[in-house]
């Protein structure tokens, strides 16, 4: 579904990416993590259009990423809602913006999901952070991407409330299964939500090792099966960062 | 109760200035007392009435028109980097110009009517306008464009659902700036050629050596740029509530 080929990337003198190949097959759970600095960001902002590559290139659906497209969505850190609209107007910017028409049962369908049913007329800026980035979860979703990028969505978030919203994640990747590529700092979160994780390189990144986690889902934090693939990954990591 | 505060400070200092007038002694043709000041408008005030009328009229003209025309040369200037390029410092080398220099111009131009005013008031309040309403719009979080651009989003959708948006809080900062300077335009455009407003006025007191009846139309004068800013004050509470809440982004 994703093809990275040898994807490398310099911007001015900085080295960020250095030949990346990866391959991300359909409705496959990614999850990148690296050292911060490494690339990831930019990697994502490549596969969604936003970047066009200094050699190399990502092929989505078989087609040469040239310009953002509907099919790919892309989740940052930060929730980026914008202030002015209400929660349900902002999770229907794709469909405005895209022309997608009329989805307003979905984006309350969506809403409902995660559990913000009855906050669709509120401002942003009266929701937690963790409420915020599931209105931002549920603008990606809108969108119906075959392809979500998503850049360290939870990161920001405090721990519980972490948890709270990759099971809710599991949840949504298990009634729709998508594409997903997820960046992100925390191993347990990556050997939690992925099938395989990808761990890059310091700068310039590049793919140093990637491991997979043969395990069956629902999955829960703490269980001794993930423990084992985690220690995995931090090897893998550590001897990147060492 | 908000109001409490200010009209204490209103009264004291009108209390300090009628105490000055009568311990000193002043003349009331260098200073007169509030109390002249007063039985100058008591005098007269339908005809003073009429006249803030026109200067309002030309204020509230002129900045409409300011915003008419500053929002969009705003958005072309954001818009291209050709046409920033092109005027920007055009623009900002007119804004240096002192708008009174201008004003003889101005009304050799547009004659001694209401367009002179109106022409005026524009020039003083356009600058900060556009100023503004561009910075605004450049200051939009990179995360958002990106967000837009992700979303395949045309410039259109750029503009008009997220930098005009997002540059709101400024704009407003702009247009308040832009309605005092809009009340002192108007004023220098009648006191240069007029028939009519409150300039006018204080500048024929001055001829005829009324000086309570210049001190009328300011207090006049300061009356109706109060009521302008608070309207819009006003207006942006309406307008832009989330901007109290800055925490999002
Ligand atoms: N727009 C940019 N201009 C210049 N350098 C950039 C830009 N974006 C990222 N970089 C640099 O590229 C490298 C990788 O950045 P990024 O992809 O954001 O890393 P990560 O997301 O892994 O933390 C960093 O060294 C960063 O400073
Ligand atoms: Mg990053």
């Known amino acids: 579904m994703i093809a990275f080929q040898r994807v490398a990337h310099t911007f001015g003198g900085v080295r960020a990416l250095a030949g990346i190949d990866l391959e991300v097959a359909e409705h496959e759970f990614v999850a990148v993590i690296g050292r911060s600095g490494c690339g990831k960001s930019t990697l994502l902002r490549i596969a969604a259009g936003l970047l066009t590559p200094s050699r190399g290139r990502v092929l989505v659906a078989g087609e040469e990423v040239t310009a953002p497209c509907r099919d790919v969505s892309l989740m940052f850190q930060r929730p980026a809602l914008l202030p002015w609209r209400s929660v349900l107007a902002n999770v229907l910017l794709p469909a405005e913006v895209l022309g997608l028409g009329e989805q307003r049962s979905r984006a309350h369908e969506l809403l409902e999901l995660v559990g913000l049913g009855g906050f669709e007329e509120r401002l942003p800026h009266e929701l937690s952070g963790g409420m915020q980035q599931r209105v931002s979860l549920c603008r990606s979703l809108l969108q119906d991407p075959g392809v979500m990028l998503m850049d360290e969505p939870f990161s920001a978030l405090d721990a519980i409330t972490r948890t709270e919203l990759s099971e809710e994640l599991q949840r949504i990747q298990r009634e729709q299964p998508r594409t997903v590529l997820f960046v992100t700092h925390s191993v347990d979160e990556a050997v939690l939500l992925a099938d395989r994780v990808v761990v890059l390189s310091p700068r310039p990144g590049r793919v140093h090792e990637i491991t997979d986690v043969p395990l069956a889902r629902p999955r829960a934090l703490g269980r001794a099966e993930l423990d084992e693939v985690s220690r995995a990954v931090r090897a893998s990591l550590g001897e990147v960062t060492a | ?249």
Not at chain 2, 17 to 41: K, M
Not at chain 2, 156 to 177: D, M, N, S, T, Y
């Open chain 2, 1 to 249: 109760m908000k109001a409490v505060l200010p009209v204490l400070g209103l009264l004291a200092i009108v209390g300090a200035w009628w105490l000055a007038t009568i311990v000193f002694r002043v003349d009331p043709f260098l200073l007169p007392s509030p109390g002249d000041v007063a039985g100058s408008f008591l005098e007269l005030p339908g005809y003073l009435l009429e006249q803030t009328l026109v200067t309002s009229w030309e204020a509230v003209a002129g900045f409409a028109l300011s915003v008419v025309i500053g929002v969009p040369i705003a958005l072309l200037v954001v818009g291209s980097t050709v046409l920033e390029r092109m005027f920007y410092p055009l623009l900002v080398a007119l804004n240096a110009v002192p708008k009174i220099a201008v004003a003889p111009l101005v009304v050799v131009w547009f004659g001694f009517g209401i367009g002179s005013k109106v022409l005026m008031v524009v020039l003083v309040c356009i600058f900060p306008i556009v100023i503004s309403t561009a910075s605004g719009m450049r200051s939009t979080p990179n995360e958002l464009v990106e967000l837009f651009r992700s979303l395949a989003a045309s410039r259109a959708h750029e503009f008009f659902k997220l930098r005009l948006w997002h540059a709101l809080p400024q704009i407003f900062v702009g247009l308040k700036v832009s309605i005092t300077l809009a009340v002192v335009g108007a004023v220098i455009g009648e006191f240069v050629g007029a028939r009519a407003g409150l300039g006018y006025v204080i500048s024929t007191s001055g001829a005829s050596a009324d000086t309570s009846l210049a001190f009328a139309a300011m207090a006049l004068l300061a009356v109706v740029s109060v009521v302008l800013f608070y309207a819009l004050v006003l207006l942006e509470r309406k307008l832009v509530p989330w901007a109290e809440e800055r925490r999002v982004v």
